[in-house]
């Protein structure tokens, strides 16, 4: 259980909470063929077939906005050289 664990590695309960949340964003951001390997982000139909489905799976694409934009934000925390501020 989370938060009852003293070691290193242990999640607290925030950690484990946001676990789902940061699973997605390292799907996302892994990209289309990450995304193809868990049935979760593309969901068999019904009375889909495994044919059909495989087809759709490999036609199915990600344009991965959200890694382009991560790295972006990334590189404007060092647009400028960092400076004391006073005190």
């Not at 995304?35 to 019904?46: F, H």
């Not at 009375?47 to 404007?76: M, P």
């Not at 060092?78 to 501020?85: E, S």
């Amino acid at each position: 259980m989370a938060g009852t664990d003293d070691t290193p590695g242990a999640l607290g309960i925030i950690q484990a909470r946001q676990r789902v949340a940061v699973d997605i964003c390292r799907a996302v951001y892994g990209g289309t063929l990450l995304l193809r390997e868990n049935e979760a982000y593309l969901p068999k139909w019904e009375r889909e077939e495994k044919d059909s489905y495989d087809v759709r799976l490999e036609q199915a694409v990600l344009f991965n906005a959200f890694k382009k934009t991560a790295k972006s934000l990334t590189g404007i925390v060092y647009r400028d050289p960092p400076t004391l501020g006073e005190g």
